[in-house]
């Protein structure tokens, strides 16, 4: 019976149009914070709470809810607790437009990569709090090995991604919409 079920379970299909809603996270000082997600990362205040909290995100979509707690830490390494908040771009000229915003503002990056169906860049934000920014590959450009899509670790096409941005020197004009 317990076969039978993991098989059903692995055999659910997720919708495409499934997505996340707002996320809140504790930071220890939350004017740091803004600066981090305005000028690094792009993003808009959409609300400043009289009690320390703001929402940021793109114009049309909040993303992060801020929640200032005074002498917050990072989760300590090796326990339970958030592994990273991941924030979709809608193209990859998005992505390499947010690459070259973090190579301007030398934003120190943890890592990349490839994982056939999305490309990533992974950083933290000042409160330690894991970051991935993302776009996803069209769903026909997956591969498949019968029922399960192919995935992996591969490096980053960073010179790729960054030819995709049509004017590289052109000023970051934020997080996209979508």
Do not use: C
């Amino acid at each position: 019976m317990v076969a039978n079920q993991i098989t059903q379970a692995s055999a659910a299909v997720l919708h495409p149009a499934t997505h996340m809603g707002l996320v809140t996270l504790a930071v220890a000082d939350v004017a740091r914070s803004i600066a981090f997600y305005t000028d690094v990362l792009g993003m808009k205040v959409l609300d400043r709470g009289a009690n320390e909290n703001a929402t940021l995100g793109t114009a049309t979509n909040p993303l992060l809810h801020l929640k200032q707690i005074p002498n917050a830490k990072p989760q300590p390494m090796r326990t339970t607790g958030l592994y990273h908040v991941a924030i979709l771009v809608p193209s990859r000229s998005d992505l390499g437009r947010v690459l070259l915003n973090l190579s301007r503002t030398k934003y120190p990056v943890q890592g990349f990569g490839d994982h056939l169906v999305s490309e990533a860049i992974y950083l933290a934000d000042p409160d330690g709090n894991g970051l991935e920014i993302y776009r996803d590959r069209p769903r026909d450009e997956w591969k498949w090995d019968g029922s399960q899509v192919r995935m992996a670790t591969d490096p980053l096409d960073l010179d790729g991604i960054i030819a995709s941005v049509p004017d590289p020197d052109a000023p970051f004009a934020g997080m996209p919409d979508g």
